[in-house]
């Protein structure tokens, strides 16, 4: 199957398996506080993440609070994420360099974005999708990264690479929903060990349906 047309039948199917309009799994109010949310996630689940925000995003209301607290004290706060030393220190710096450069507010480009501390393109292109609806590429987690090679549409690991090869196939108006729904079915179905095969609607189409 044609790489183009066989994103779209994953996509129609998907679709219809998630049925609603595919969102970040994150929990936030504002921009900042989903930037904040997607640095915590790298190597932690969506829901340990949720759990911390829960309380921190009542401690800690405004960019100010971020960019006046220090690394240190942020820490105890999100301590039991992985890494959460670096990550403390990147939100804490990105909420100081929001407000020295950009006025307080996240800004709408990838270029701009990828200058924050502990920002990266998958970061960058969560937030331009989920809170201003801009599609500027493919976020590429462990999830995207596991079903894009499953499914045949990239053979590359390099996240930058894989993203290149899912742009070129995709439907750029559905950028942003092709990682949602990637994400969801490889959380519910398409896990890393042990499959459900059975219960997977893109078996039929799938060429790692014998793993």
């Keep these: 199957m044609d790489k183009k047309k066989q994103v779209t039948e994953i996509l129609k199917r998907l679709k219809k398996e998630y049925a609603g309009t595919p969102q970040t ?3 936030f109010s504002t921009p900042f506080e989903l930037l ?5 996630s790298a190597q932690t689940t969506d829901v340990q993440v949720n759990k911390v925000t829960e309380k921190l995003f ?11 607290s220090s690394p240190e004290k942020l820490e105890k706060d999100v301590a039991s994420v992985n890494f959460y030393r670096n990550k403390a220190k990147n939100i804490c710096n990105s909420a100081k360099m929001l407000l020295g450069q950009y006025g307080g507010n996240v800004p709408k480009t990838m270029e701009e974005l990828i200058t924050l501390p502990g920002v990266a393109r998958k970061t960058a292109n969560i937030v331009l999708s989920s809170v201003y609806g801009i599609n500027e590429g ?8 596991r079903l894009a090679n ?12 894989i993203e290149s090869d899912l742009v070129k196939m995709t439907p750029r108006i559905e950028w942003g929903n092709l990682s949602h729904l990637l994400i969801f ?5 398409c896990m890393a060990r042990n499959p459900d095969h059975g219960s997977c609607v893109l078996f039929d189409i799938c060429p790692s349906r014998d793993i």
Excluded: C, M, S
């Design 138 to 145: 493919i976020a590429v987690d462990t999830h995207v990264k």
């Design 58 to 68: 009542r401690k800690y209301r405004t960019i100010e609070d971020f960019a006046n």
């Design 185 to 189: 079915h490889g959380r519910k179905v």
């Design 25 to 27: 799994a994150l929990h």
């Design 36 to 40: 904040a949310a997607t640095i915590l």
């Design 150 to 161: 499953r499914l045949g549409l990239t053979k590359h690991v390099d996240p930058v690479k």
